[in-house]
């Protein structure tokens, strides 16, 4: 089993930053892809970030130039770093992380989810 720990959401003014963090830990034989998505109540999952092991990244449109996804291998962590943020970012942040079995098996986890406010 594996197990994501996120933290650093809270409340922030429009403009401001915060930086998101996700650890994984337990049994891990590699990470193919690590990510992050939000979600506002009644609405879907979307896609904020994803960074894959060879780090390359992707980001959804509304946040390109503003927010930055990075991964520190060695502590299985990934990190979202937010900028110029603004009310519509408001939304339940949740960390995924693809993780690869010894025999190419790939297997999705969820974090439990940081809330992100951004208001005046």
């Known amino acids: 089993q594996v197990h994501l720990v996120e933290s650093g959401g809270g409340l922030v003014q429009p403009g401001g930053s915060l930086r998101l963090s996700c650890a994984a830990s337990?049994?891990?034989?590699?990470?193919?892809?690590m990510g992050w998505y939000r979600q506002a109540p009644g609405k879907q999952r979307e896609l904020v970030a994803a960074i894959s092991s060879e780090g390359l990244t992707n980001y959804a449109e509304s946040v390109k130039g503003r927010f930055a996804i990075s991964r520190d291998n060695a502590k299985n962590t990934v990190y979202l770093q937010m900028n110029s943020l603004k009310p519509e970012d408001t939304d339940v942040y949740y960390c995924n992380v693809v993780v690869q079995s010894d025999i190419g098996v790939l297997s999705d986890y969820w974090g439990q989810g940081t809330q992100v406010t951004v208001s005046s």
């Open positions: 337990g049994s891990i034989f590699s990470i193919y892809a």
